[in-house]
């Protein structure tokens, strides 16, 4: 790679495009260093500067995930039902979008764009359209499904995220590779299994983690189909800012930053590694 | 998958005339694999079709009557409004993350740094994942009354001035910018490293200046992926919810909002309804648009 | 020959694409008897690879039957047929190390643990991919010849009846090629499998094979041992597309039994053998370079020539030579043949027509 004889990517130019790049970015990403900084006010409010720096909100979060406090209860409870919906949703979009997207990749058939398509349709569905009809489903057919519900919806918005790492990965994949499996005696679904399953893992993961957060971080399905016994930390986080405006809340909420960012880093060495 | 190979084995015992028999074969073992995916898409259009149902029924007897009278409403002027304004806030916020996007792709494509540019992928995918609700709070700690930028200004000039950003148009207008920059960046992204560098040289060498070469090789050529992009962040926040919700302080509804009112405090149903069908018309209508302005548009 | 029982059977085998428009293989029937090397040797497309798809079952046939051993498989797939193949990528599995590759075939068979490890050692051995240095490694840390022996020693030590050979060694250069050709053979007559060897590369399959199957347009025109293929093909096609060949059209073809013809070229009068079958197109007489003889003196019975280009080439001469109607003939000799004295580069030639064929065209 000779980058020195390439045109614009040396000299004034490409130090403009960069300096407008990193101060685009460190626009996109003030809110969120906001949050980071201001859980470390020494002082009650919302003021700025802070008045000091101390761990004081986070001692009161610690306290409140450790011990039963009556003032903001159930953070705890919370957390765990947040965290145990984006495992199993992405369980289900591990489970639904694996084979999916093989069948996408490899198979030739009539009807392929469409059903692509298709799967890719609830990136662009309005979410809020997706919580109000399956609380309406929900409600009209009296199932308790406990978080079963918020849990399908999040899989059906995280499907395409799922699907569109694993294609990557799959399209990567020879078929020869499994023909060879097979001419050494591997049925299909075992040179499925034994091939494309691990040459596609880091895509599967990636794809995995990515669901998890979506999860994790979704607010408007979670908004609609939450019940007073599965309460997800975002609503949680939602009812706390409409009662009492705490800097705890921006304690809890880094907690939640440093859990997405840690699985965004995650999945970026994933892909590092792949390439 | 084990009884895709069961299936394989029967269509082979048959006697193998043509190359029917082999789609037969794989059609089966197709339908098993798309079957956990279908269930799911296939609530998706359930919900759909309840909405719809519901769009025509009459408010307390939504399930069994039938009834135009939500549509009638909608022709209201309030309405229609609300709608023309959502559409509006939509397209601005998408016409300024484009322009937001494009050195961020550009950028991303140019730097010979592979660290640079999987750095920059993080931080842009961040606003979008990071709960909105968390950033939300983060905006209040800047735009707020006591916040960063307020207290910046005083330094500067000297004297208290609440400059509000926050809970109006603007503030709801930066959220929509700001949590949709990936679905711009990455299709942009694409198209403008599927540039080759010895066009711009060529360009170059006939005596093009870098503002020409823009606005002759670059911009034409990475066209579809602009559009792409574009299309994508305008769909996307024609369907605006959280960041209008929470900032934009009750003072901007779109759309959704609308929904959410409806279906919840007001309980009118059909209404809420009938609201849902044209959002998700106007959602995936835009989206179709992607076939007209950039008709190899699939980049993200 | 005639009592030994074929290991692998073609019967009128076909294959078609696009519901029948397109025929990629069209009743090709072929024996491969045990311990035999055939080679499929054909021009891209010909239906070659296709054909040894189906036997290895990744492909099934329109109509016909495959037998091993007597045994039709068209209803068994792949994996439990226990034909071998080698791919022409070779198909090294990049996330299993160099063991774990070989290791595969074994394991699918639930080969016990202890016994796959003895047996990958010695096919490792076999294949001159020492353990002790390769095995650990994996395909993206070895040369192109070493995963060539990765490949051909995971398909072998699963014990195949028959191994099939795509054009393994079509990315290989020359030198590495007839190396591993002559090494391949090797190891084939100590483990005494049959194989068929799919290629369009007629030197490696000469060198390889005790029979060849020469393949065109799905259908396969010659079967024989690549001496008799040579020296007498079944039609210009075959003879052209093995080796160099001159074509020289007769003014006149008389028949004189005994399975040889009286053909007039030229000036000269040559008995060629040759069957001479009516209605069967324009005949034409083929001989090779090797059997056209020059001389700078003039010969009885011979014609005059003129030398219009000169090469040397794998410790031979080969010669254009120009006859007088306009048509060029090719002669090659290892004998150097002084031009200086000659007016206008002229030569008399002459044919060996015992080694020449009447062809039909």
Known sequence: MNEITHIGRQGLEAAIVKGITLVLILLLLAPIVMVVLMSFTAGATLQFPPPGLSLRWYDEVWSLLAGPSATIARLAESLAVSLQIAAATSVVCVLAGVPASYALVRARFPGRGFVEEMLGLPVVFPTVVLGVALLMLVSQSGLDLGMGQIVIAHAIIGLPFMMRNCMAAMRGIDPVLQEAAKTLGASSLRAFVEIVLPLAREGIVSGALLVFIISFNEFTLSYFLYTIDVFPLSIWLFQQSNTSFSPAIFAVSTLTIVITVAVILAVDLLAGRKR | ?300 | ?361
Request: glycine fraction near 8%; charge should be positive; include cysteine.
């Open chain 3, 1 to 361: 020959m005639s009592e030994s029982v074929p290991i692998l059977q073609l019967i009128d085998v076909s294959r078609s694409f696009a519901r029948g428009v397109v025929r990629a293989v069209d009743h090709v029937s072929l024996e491969v008897f045990p311990g035999e090397v055939v080679s499929l040797l054909g021009p891209s497309g010909c239906g070659k690879t296709t054909t040894m798809r189906m036997i290895a079952g990744l492909d099934h046939p329109s109509a016909g039957d495959i037998r091993v051993q007597g045994r039709s498989v068209v209803d068994i797939p792949p994996h439990r047929r226990n034909i071998g193949l080698v791919f022409q990528s070779l198909a090294a599995f990049p996330h299993m190390n160099v063991r774990e590759n070989v290791a595969f075939g074994l394991r699918m068979q639930r080969v016990p643990q202890r016994a796959i490890g003895e047996r990958v050692d010695k096919m490792l051995d076999l294949v001159q991919l020492p353990p002790a240095e390769f095995a650990g490694r994996y395909p993206r840390e070895l040369s192109g010849g070493q995963l060539q022996r990765v490949a051909l020693a995971r398909t072998l030590v699963t014990e195949p009846k028959v191994v099939l050979f795509d054009e393994p060694m079509a990315a290989l250069d020359r030198r590495l090629r007839d190396y591993m050709a002559i090494e391949l053979r090797n190891i084939q007559k100590r483990l005494g499998f049959a194989a068929i060897y799919v290629t369009h590369d007629q030197e490696t399959a000469s060198a390889m094979s005790d029979r060849l199957a020469i393949m065109r347009a799905g259908r396969i025109v010659q079967v024989g041992s690549p001496v008799v293929v040579y020296r007498s093909p079944a039609s210009k096609f075959v003879a052209d597309f093995l080796g160099d060949a001159n074509f020289l059209v007769p003014q006149s073809v008389d028949s004189c039994g005994d399975e040889h013809n009286l053909v007039r070229v030229l000036d000269m009068v040559l008995k060629v053998p040759g069957e001479r079958r009516d209605g069967r197109g324009q005949p034409i007489v083929m001989c090779r370079p090797e059997h056209v003889a020059l001389s700078v003196r003039p010969i009885e019975g011979g014609i005059c020539g003129a030398v219009v280009a000169s090469q040397f080439k794998s410790g031979a001469h080969r010669w254009q030579v120009e006859l007088p109607d306009g048509q060029q003939i090719v002669a090659q000799s290892t004998h150097d043949l002084d031009f200086g004295a000659l007016p206008d580069r002229n030569v008399w030639l002459t044919i060996h027509a015992e080694h020449a064929r009447l062809l039909q065209q």
């Open chain 2, 1 to 300: 998958m084990s009884v895709h190979a069961a299936m394989a084995r029967i269509g082979r015992s048959s006697a193998p005339t043509s190359g029917t028999v082999g789609s037969r074969r794989t059609g089966w073992g197709l339908a098993l694999l798309l079957t956990p995916a279908g269930l799911l898409i296939g609530l998706l259009a359930a919900c759909s079709l309840v909405i719809l149902r519901l769009s025509f029924g009459t408010q307390s007897a939504e399930w069994v009557s039938w009834s135009l009278g939500a549509y009638a409403t909608l022709l209201d002027p309030y309405y229609v409004l609300i709608i023309v304004d959502t559409v509006w806030l939509a397209l601005l916020s998408a016409v300024i993350t484009t322009i937001v996007a494009f050195p961020i792709a550009l950028y991303m494509t140019r730097t010979p740094s592979a660290f640079m540019r999987r750095m920059v992928l993080v931080c842009i995918m961040l606003p979008m994942v990071v709960s909105l609700l968390v950033q939300s709070f983060g905006w209040m700690a800047i735009l707020g009354p006591d916040g960063l930028l307020n207290r910046a200004v005083a330094l500067a000039t000297g004297q208290e001035r609440i400059i509000s950003l926050l809970f109006n148009r603007t503030g709801v207008l930066l959220g929509l910018v700001q949590t949709t920059i990936p679905l711009a960046v990455l299709p942009m992204a694409a198209a403008l490293g599927s540039i080759p560098i010895a066009l711009e040289e060529a360009a170059s060498v006939l005596g093009a200046s870098r503002l020409s070469v823009y606005r002759t090789i670059i911009l034409p050529l990475a066209w579809p992926g602009i559009a792409a992009g574009a299309v994508l962040v305008f769909g996307f926040n024609t369907g605006a919810f959280v960041v209008p919700l929470l900032l934009g302080g009750l003072k901007v509804t779109t759309i959704a909002v609308l929904i959410r009112n409806e279906m919840g405090p007001l309980l009118n149903w059909p209404l809420g309804a009938a609201l849902s069908a044209v959002l998700v018309v106007l959602a995936l209508g835009i989206q179709a648009l992607n076939r007209l302005v950039a008709p190899h548009g699939r980049h993200a």
